[in-house]
Structure formats: C-alpha cells, structure tokens
C-alpha cells in the first residue's frame, strides 16, 4: 500500500550522514506504530519501507547533498497480510478492501491529529529515541495520499 506525507518545517540532513537513516528509522516506527493499533483479528503488518525522502531514493543515498525544501514529500509503502476467515478464501477482495480502508482511515486520522496521538508528535518521540529529535523539532505534517 503506498502513500506520500508531506512535511513541513523539515530539512532533512544530507542523505548520506548517519541522522538521515535515523530519520527513515523514526518516520517508519511511527507509521508502523499507527498501523498496527487500526488492525483487527487475522490481519498483520508485514513492513513499512521509506521509498524516498524529498525525491532522494532511500535505497540509493550515494548523492552527498543536502536537501533545502519547504515542504518534503515522504514517500513509503506499508505491506499487509490478511489471513482469509476459510480454506478457499471467497472473502479476499472483500478482506482486502477492509484493511485498505482501515488502515489509510487510521493513517489520515493521524495526519490531522494534532495532540500527542498524532503523526507528528509520534514521529518527534521515535526521532527522539534515534537521536534526531533536532530535525524535526518544528515538523508540520501537511497531507497524506494513499494508493493501492
């Protein structure tokens, strides 16, 4: 399941310093631990992997640059199982749908929270915990898209 969130407020360090995959570390805890409080009974979150951060590949980092951006696209991908509920699993397009929804209503829910509950504090306390809370001290979280 794909997604974008835009920040706001953030610059992130140079893509090959040690602060950046601490960032990528914080942004997929947080939305790891968003996910998985929305899934129900039979349904698993398999992975929540950082594709790029402000058009910087994650996987590919070798450009030593410093991104100056007002507002960095984030974009990521959540990988989900579903257990079918019977042996020939009748149900799956159905089942699909439901935590498709589930969880991009959770994520969206979290994007417009702004209490300690929502995506930007969250991200602030794993970015705490990996030692970059400095980065994101002044982070907007502006939208959030989901594809299938």
């Known amino acids: 399941m794909p997604g974008t ?4 407020g953030f610059n992130p360090p140079p893509a090959t ?10 942004f997929e805890d947080t939305v790891r631990d968003i996910v ?3 899934l129900k009974q039979g349904q698993r979150l398999l992975a929540v992997n950082v594709r790029t951060i402000g058009g910087t590949s994650v996987v590919d980092r070798r ?3 410093s991104l100056q951006v007002s507002l960095t696209k984030v974009e990521y991908d959540i990988v989900l199982e579903q257990l079918c509920d019977s042996s020939t699993c009748e149900r799956s397009t159905v089942l699909a ?3 498709y929804t589930t ?3 959770s994520i969206a829910e979290a994007i417009e929270d702004s209490s ?3 995506f930007a504090a969250i991200l602030i306390s794993y970015a705490k915990i990996n030692g970059v809370e400095y980065i994101v001290a002044a982070i907007t979280i502006e939208d959030g898209t ?3």
């Open 5 to 8: 969130i835009s920040l706001g």
């Open 17 to 26: 310093s040690p602060a950046f995959q601490s960032f990528v570390t914080a």
């Open 36 to 38: 998985q409080k929305s």
């Open 63 to 65: 450009a030593n640059r």
């Open 97 to 99: 749908n439901e935590i």
């Open 103 to 105: 969880v991009s209503k």
């Open 116 to 118: 300690s509950n929502g």
């Open 146 to 148: 989901f594809g299938r």
